[in-house]
């Protein structure tokens, strides 16, 4: 996409162009070179995976494009970086007609089914051995891409394969998606693209512990994540999503003389695609692979290979399976197509797949097993969840016997009974889900799942808060609830204190070593030595570990402490707003509903904790014991001439760079708050400012602040 020399020319200009903003050069006049850098670095980032340059450098950028298109509308152009944002809500999805059918795929499992096929594949192209391109088998949501007259024109989804739904400010929000791409260099005039939207592996994680962190069902696997995002109708989430797309098939084109070409069959003529000589590029699918790549889009480059004869076909399937596990996102199989465009025009395609394609299956994620019972566990903050034991089954790698069924209503909506046979997937490293029951295979004797009405462990009634779809038990001195808390505590993202797993914390609790979080730090070790497995060694690397932990940064420990919503990344925006965490029992709740991310409901949940009083004694007790309830920031920056006294910055700055505006803060003993509150002395106020200026207008405490005042201030 990019010549070297390109990269070297981009690479500077960046930097000359960031250099610039820094000074506050206007920059009208290189709207063009700040959409091309935009571009280039938004492949470095999406398509190769590599930067060249920093989140915030990149932001720095956007923003003065964006800004220069703001004071002139008429100089935006549908393909700017800019424009891939959309505000509002998305009305509804139209119904488009694909101009080629989306088919699907013939499925193979094993080497006799590909040999079979490759067999029938010879005879129909009259050819003693043949050209194939395979290349992974992507396992997210299937996309139609059209760009027209270098542009993008719209993506529709796959619906019946005939017609799929317009879902075009969505795939806007997809960066490996470009909005323009220079067809026009091949002779094309409009080009139908075929591919699949994914969500990695790591995105999903991080996704599923968002919803985790809201009490919601996490979702199954990376396909329904993927699929299930294209049709939401903010596309603001959608872009918090992080998808990512592989293209992988020309499906149409029309030349810019006017030709169309179908799946390679050029319309109302014999000729075909290779006949027309167009470009090299299109006579084989591997070269369609290249021009895509090369065109600026994520299609199968490094992972495509080219071979002659299935054997060499089956040889690459194996390998690339051997290394499935280790790839970000993930792919279900391979797919094999004959490389040859004037071959695949001869064999033709059923109503249901081309002739000259197949997919090779891996070994399925699945199995099926029976359910024996449902046990219910008492989490941390009381939840009751449901957890089904299943006859012990192998599902890649490893054996599954018990899964989570999160609540009642996922039980309720799947109509699971005890007895039933149940269909159990594992994508990758997901964690295994019950799929379905196999209803079909009732035998009649299956019984309901009986929800309790009392605390499996501590008897005490359950609670089912309104509008929540969890039952609880609110007894906050429940056993089953005290040994969660701690080993919640001890866990390797909160106070991350090795040696002290699961097994240990029951064991403890059981022996009436430990009963609740502060006795952690008051274990008797002496006792510990005696118990059998415990030898000198052990104990010494447990207690070194819980001595450490009291050095653990601020947020680990507000992780720690189990605040109901309160996920690593809130906990981290909490303990940057205080300089100790008992700073928070004089917060309100509009305070908190103040700092970036703290919505209502987290902001109702941290209230709460800090105004029971049992809770602040906790603290107490805990900083008693040595631990480090302090902020990094405050201890950091202890003595300087701003000392105690906090900042909040909002707008564009001129003259100086954000982040070197805050770090002068932070060195001068100053603390950085992320939202205006009574508890803002300043707030330094550069171009553009916003909601944050308006609010701290109503606050008189709040002392605004230019940015040369702030500078004189800090001098
Ligand atoms: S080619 C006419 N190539 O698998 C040929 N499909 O089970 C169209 N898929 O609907 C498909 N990776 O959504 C092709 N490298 C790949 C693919 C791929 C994933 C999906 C695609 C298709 C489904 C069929």
């Not at 194996?318 to 499935?324: A, I, L």
């Not at 056993?479 to 390797?492: G, L, M, N, W």
């Amino acid at each position: 996409m990019y010549s070297s020399d390109q990269v070297q020319r981009l690479q500077k200009l960046s930097t000359s162009l960031l250099s610039l903003v820094s000074k506050s050069t206007p920059l009208d006049d290189r709207l063009e070179e700040l959409r091309d850098v935009l571009r280039f670095n938004e492949y470095r980032y999406a398509i190769l995976n590599d930067p060249l340059i920093s989140d915030f450098e990149y932001d720095t950028l956007y923003k003065a494009l964006e800004k220069i298109e703001a004071a002139r509308p008429d100089m935006v152009t549908p393909d700017s970086p800019t424009q891939r944002v959309a505000s509002g809500l998305t009305k509804e999805f139209p119904t488009v007609q694909h101009l080629v059918p989306m088919l699907s795929l013939e499925n193979s499992y094993n080497e006799e089914d590909l040999l079979d096929w490759d067999r029938k594949a010879r005879e129909l192209s009259g050819l003693e051995e043949l050209e194939y391109c395979i290349e992974p088998k992507f396992d997210g949501a299937s996309i139609s891409l059209t760009y027209e007259n270098d542009r993008l024109l719209r993506g529709v989804t796959r619906g019946d394969g005939v017609a799929g739904d317009e879902i075009t400010t969505n795939i806007k929000q997809i960066r490996s998606v470009p909005l323009s791409a220079n067809i026009s260099r091949y002779g094309l005039q409009l080009v139908e693209i075929r591919g699949e939207v994914l969500m990695n592996k790591n995105s999903f994680k991080k996704y599923n512990e968002q919803l985790a962190e809201q009490n919601l069902p996490p979702l199954a696997n990376p396909r329904n994540a993927a699929a299930g995002s294209l049709r939401i109708k903010d596309p603001k989430e959608v872009s918090r999503r992080n998808l990512e797309a592989f293209l992988y098939h020309v499906a149409y084109f029309t030349t810019l003389d006017g030709a169309q070409v179908t799946d390679g069959h050029v319309e109302g003529t014999d000729e075909t695609t290779a006949d027309l000589h167009i470009n090299k590029a299109l006579k084989t699918h591997s070269g369609s692979l290249q021009m895509l790549w090369d065109l600026g889009f994520r299609s199968p480059q490094k992972e495509k290979r080219v071979v002659k004869g299935i054997q060499a076909v089956i040889d690459y399937c194996h390998e690339f399976e051997k290394g499935r596990d280790d790839l970000p996102y993930e792919i279900d199989g391979m797919v094999i197509k004959v490389n040859d465009f004037a071959l695949q025009d001869k064999m033709g395609m059923t109503t249901h797949h081309p002739r000259w394609a197949i997919a090779f299956k891996f070994k399925a994620r699945q199995a099926t097993s029976t359910l024996r019972r449902v046990e219910f566990q008492v989490g941390r903050t009381g939840s009751v969840t449901p957890v089904a034991k299943i006859d012990p089954v192998p599902l890649s790698g490893v054996t599954v016997s018990s899964i989570s069924l999160f609540n009642e209503d996922v039980v309720r909506e799947k109509d699971l009974k005890i007895g039933d046979q149940v269909l159990v997937e594992r994508a990758g490293d997901v964690i295994p889900y019950i799929v379905k029951p196999l209803a079909e295979v009732r035998t009649g004797k299956e019984t309901p799942i009986i929800f309790p009405t009392e605390c499996p462990v501590c008897s005490h009634k359950l609670e089912k808060p309104e509008g929540e779809a969890v039952w609880r038990c609110v007894n906050i001195n429940c056993p089953a609830q005290v040994v969660e808390r701690i080993i919640h505590f001890a866990s390797k993202d909160a106070m991350d204190i090795r040696s002290f797993g699961d097994a240990n914390v029951r064991k403890f609790y059981e022996l009436g070593f430990l009963k609740d979080v502060p006795g952690i730090y008051r274990l008797p070790y002496d006792k510990i030595r005696e118990l059998e497995g415990f030898g000198e060694k052990s104990v010494g690397n447990l207690q070194a570990a819980i001595e450490t932990s009291r050095q653990q940064p601020l947020h680990r420990l507000i992780f720690g402490l189990g605040i109901r919503y309160v996920g690593e990344t809130t906990a981290k925006t909490l303990a940057a707003a205080v300089s100790h965490l008992r700073d928070f029992a004089g917060f309100s709740l509009e305070d908190l509903q103040n700092l970036e991310d703290v919505g209502p409901k987290v902001g109702a949940s941290v209230y709460q904790f800090f105004h029971n009083p049992d809770n602040l004694h906790l603290l107490d007790e805990l900083e008693g014991l040595g631990l480090n309830l302090k902020s990094q920031k405050s201890t950091a920056s202890a003595g300087g001439n701003l000392d105690g006294q906090t900042f909040l910055f909002t707008g564009t700055l001129s003259r100086l760079k954000r982040s070197d505006a805050e770090e002068m803060v932070e060195k001068n003993g100053g603390k950085l708050l992320s939202g205006v509150s009574s508890k803002l002395n300043y707030l330094v106020v550069g171009e553009d400012a916003g909601s944050k200026l308006e609010k701290a207008k109503k606050i008189t405490s709040i002392q605004i602040l230019t940015e040369d005042e702030f500078i004189k201030l800090i001098s």
